[in-house]
């Protein structure tokens, strides 16, 4: 199954009666009897009724919207006063829309013909990789997002919702998100380098987040239905997913096994959360909406979400138990890693560009009426409408310059707080001393949770969780150390018929793994006891802001009581009379330089109108037997809007020079005597409260260092508290099964020599194992001095008769009959290899 894709919704209209008002206006411009034209003016109307009503497929009604759209460019040149009640229905929310201008059904028809481009592509196959239809569905995706694009920038006054500036850019994303996703399909399927798709899948992550964050602010226009929310927000987790899963493949193989593994993790988050999502609710989409989905597009989405969750669980086990095993690298927060690189290949294709196809041209058919205007003269009135549009656009680009340079003046001249700091001077109170928002809301915050009752209580328990672990690791250690004993203690008394391995070669692994818990339960003692110098630091602050925001606003004021030193010397004798004037002035100033863009736009706006109404068909008709006339004309029709455009720069050059009084009163205002009380207020509030902004910000940061590293030290000790657990278990396991073993040997080993002992210890007095040693040593240093060979060593000394074997075995249930006769030494600790100890959390 494919993903599924977001097609456009089509325009409903209405028939309007093309005929009458075209032959009203064929007699009243040129003339000639309608009459004439009567078979072009009824195809024109029958053209326009097969283009607006239900095709019998996708790409029938796409050529058919490309037929007409021509046609109506062609009447637009030989009738732009052509006025009939066009009525269209708003795509989302089918409100009726009524307009005379054929620039409107102009508008209409390219959007529908980039909603049918965007049906033809979503229905082709676009799961094998061999034929052409990702090439396709991506090419016509692209081709939608050009035609919407062209309708935002060329008709400005757009009465329905749909087509607005910001609606049309918003759909324009989805095209060239969508065009994002199935190109990132191509390079999956064509198995390109883990890093490009990476880039790929992070772009068309970013896009439809953006989309998303779009299309829930109040203020867009485009009202989309919700399941087009769910599907965005569903494909945004998911291919955030594929990201960071592609980027975890090309950290691993860089040897980042630590990046790799966080990357991993996150993946099969966000995966799990685009499974969630992954339910569209198509039951509330309306019936004309319910063609912009396929039929199956709750499964299809299901099955891609579910098969990546799959491919990112897989993946993330692997890297995991490779590390564990292998690597040993911490994985970091992913936060903290580096943002994942973009790279975006999908772009609108121009409309002239879909226009000069040779399947468009195909299409679009002959030219309609050709005799009823000179082809030359229509040619030449759409150069002249250039021409204004390339002067309209240059005046909005010169005051779109302009007004992007006010806030730039305003931030290097720290416009309005330098101003503020003088308000005192016209009477406005001083500077309260109050909190800023992000403290209130960290307050807010503080006092629905109660911090520091739950951070001590918690970093009270934390010592008490150690002990126990440690206990137990220790018992674990002294029963290695006693089998040890006792295993040597059998090797001295039965030398070489002695059979079991010594417990330091066979308990290796548990030894090690015993030491690097009780190392990393040391380490977390260390890091319990910094977490709680750090929290001692920053308790008294966090408790501040625990206590609400009126204890916050309180502490705010009981600071800004502490009045600055001020000699005499420093004392403000001066007349405020002349700061307050000059104050005044500067204020006056900067009320005028704000409200110079919205002068500047009723400059342009009336501009545009006289554009709109300038038409210099008549005069090229006048003109069209005179040879190459058309650029003096030209010349001479724009420069009627020469006045116009010299008021626009005068008033540009106005704005740099207010620009320059505004910072020359700054700057005498900022030195002026008779402000200077009022200056040293202003500073003394404004540093108090900046100065408890920055110190109970660091105290809220360090709360949540604080929080994270606590519970990351809960869950430590939880993890330590089965590893050591599970550790104990292979202790005894392999204790118990060394001391049946033992026991076994000795049964078996009891009836053999059981009359030797008993002679041997009859005969010769006990003696412990140091006095055996030093006689062994003593009589090889005779052989030695003799030149002979030493004499045997003592025969081994049981420790206990052959009574006392049966009861140990018994002691064990191990049966003296069933005991293996070979040294046979299971590896249950190996089957059976505890989870290695976690690292301990870092504050």
């Known amino acids: 199954m494919q993903s599924p894709l977001l097609a456009l919704p089509t325009k409903e209209t209405r028939d309007v009666d093309l005929v009458k008002p075209m032959s009203h206006l064929i007699v009243k411009n040129y003339e000639q009897d309608p009459a004439t034209f009567a078979d072009e003016l009824h195809g024109i109307a029958q053209v326009r009724q097969d283009a607006t009503g239900r095709a019998s497929t996708e790409t029938t009604g796409r050529d058919l919207l490309f037929r007409y759209f021509h046609i109506i460019e062609m009447l637009e040149l030989r009738f732009p006063e052509l006025e009939v009640p066009f009525t269209w229905l ?13 620039a409107y059904e102009k508008a209409c028809v390219l959007f529908n013909t980039a909603a049918r481009i965007t049906h033809v592509s979503a229905q082709f196959n676009r799961s094998d990789a061999n034929t052409d239809g990702l090439k396709r569905a991506y090419t016509g995706f692209r081709q939608a997002a050009g035609l919407l694009q062209y309708v935002k920038d060329s008709f400005l006054y757009a009465p329905s919702d749909d087509m607005k500036g910001p609606s049309l850019e918003s759909l324009v994303k989805l095209m060239l998100a969508q065009a994002s996703e199935i190109f990132l399909e191509k390079t999956i399927h064509d198995k390109k380098g883990d890093g490009l798709v990476s880039k790929l899948a992070c772009h068309t992550a970013t896009s439809y987040a953006s989309l998303l964050t779009e299309w829930n602010d109040e203020a867009c226009t485009v009202r989309v239905p919700y399941m087009w929310h769910q599907l965005v927000e569903c494909k945004s987790n998911h291919f955030t997913s594929v990201a960071h899963m592609y980027r975890a493949k090309a950290d691993r193989a860089a040897g980042k096994h630590g990046d790799a593994l966080a990357r991993y993790r996150y993946a099969e988050v966000k995966a799990r959360l685009a499974v969630s999502q992954a339910t569209l609710d198509t039951w509330s989409l309306a019936t004309y909406l319910r063609p912009t989905l396929p039929v199956d597009a709750t499964a299809a989405l299901k099955h891609l979400a579910q098969v990546q969750l799959t491919n990112a669980g897989e993946a993330c086990r692997e890297a995991e138990r490779d590390n564990d095993v292998v690597y040993h690298e911490r994985a970091p927060d992913v936060d903290t890693l580096p943002p994942l690189d973009q790279t975006s290949v999908a772009t609108a294709i121009p409309i002239r560009e879909i226009f000069s196809q040779s399947e468009v041209q195909k299409v679009l058919g002959a030219d309609v009426l050709p005799s009823l205007v000179p082809l030359s003269v229509l040619q030449n009135t759409s150069v002249y409408t250039e021409e204004q549009a390339k002067l309209v656009r240059a005046e909005s680009a010169r005051i779109d310059a302009a007004n992007e340079r006010i806030p730039e003046a305003f931030s290097a001249l720290n416009l309005p707080d330098s101003l503020e700091r003088f308000a005192s001077l016209d009477g406005a109170p001083l500077r309260p001393c109050i909190p800023s928002s992000q403290v209130l809301d960290m307050s807010d915050e503080l006092v629905a949770c109660q911090a520091c009752t739950r951070v001590d209580r ?24 006693t089998d040890a004993r006792e295993c040597e203690r059998g090797r001295v008394q039965h030398a070489a018929t002695w059979t079991q391995a010594p417990t330091a070669s066979v308990a290796r692994a548990l030894r090690r793994d015993i030491h690097a818990a009780r190392d990393a339960l040391a380490t977390a003692k260390e890091n319990d006891v910094g ?6 630091e920053v308790r008294e602050d966090v408790a501040l802001l625990e206590r609400g925001r009126s204890a916050v606003s309180a502490a705010y004021e009981e600071r800004a009581h502490v009045s ?9 004798l001066s007349d405020p009379e002349p700061a307050r004037r000059l ?26 109108q006289r554009v709109r109404h300038d038409d210099i068909s008549r005069t090229l008709l006048l003109h069209r037997r005179v040879q190459n006339v058309e650029q003096t004309l030209f010349a001479q029709e724009l420069g009627k809007y020469a006045p116009l455009q010299k008021q626009i720069r005068h008033h540009i050059t106005l704005q740099s020079q207010r620009i320059d009084v505004i910072r020359d009163a700054l700057e005498r205002l900022a ?3 008779g402000a200077a009380d009022v200056r040293r207020h202003w500073d003394a509030s404004e540093g108090a409260a900046r100065d408890m902004n920055e110190r109970l910000s660091r105290a809220y940061n360090a709360y949540t260092d604080v929080q994270r590293a606590v519970a990351q030290a809960q869950v430590f000790y939880d993890d330590m508290s089965y590893s050591a657990n599970q550790l104990a278990a292979a202790t005894e396991r392999l204790v118990a099964q060394r001391r049946a073993e033992r026991a076994t040997f000795l049964s078996s080993a009891g009836h053999v020599s059981n009359e030797a002992c008993a002679t041997s210890s009859a005969a010769t007095p006990p003696t412990t194992l140091a006095q055996d040693l030093e006689a062994l ?16 060593p003592p025969p081994p000394r049981l420790s206990s008769s052959s009574s006392f074997t049966s009861s140990l075995a018994q002691s064990f249930g191990r049966a003296t009959d069933q005991a293996p006769t070979g040294h046979t030494m299971s590896s249950d600790y190996a089957d059976k290899k505890p989870v290695p100890p976690p690292r301990p959390p870092r504050v």
């Open 671 to 673: 030195t002026h005597p």
């Open 777 to 792: 040593r003593m009589n090889e240093s005779h052989a030695k001095h003799r030149g002979g060979a030493p004499p045997p």
């Open 583 to 608: 104050y005044v002035e500067l204020k006056a100033h900067l009320n005028a330089l704000e409200r110079m863009p919205l002068e500047r736009q009723a400059m342009l706006q009336e501009l545009k």
């Open 90 to 102: 708003d795509s989302f929310s089918h409100d009726q829309v009524e307009q005379t201008a054929l």
């Open 531 to 536: 977490m709680s110098r750090l929290w001692d």
């Open 564 to 572: 600055p030193s001020m000699d005499l010397i420093d004392a403000d």
């Open 458 to 481: 918690v970093l009270e328990s934390l010592p008490k969780r150690s002990a126990p672990v440690v206990s137990t690791l220790d018992d674990a250690l002294a029963d290695l150390d």
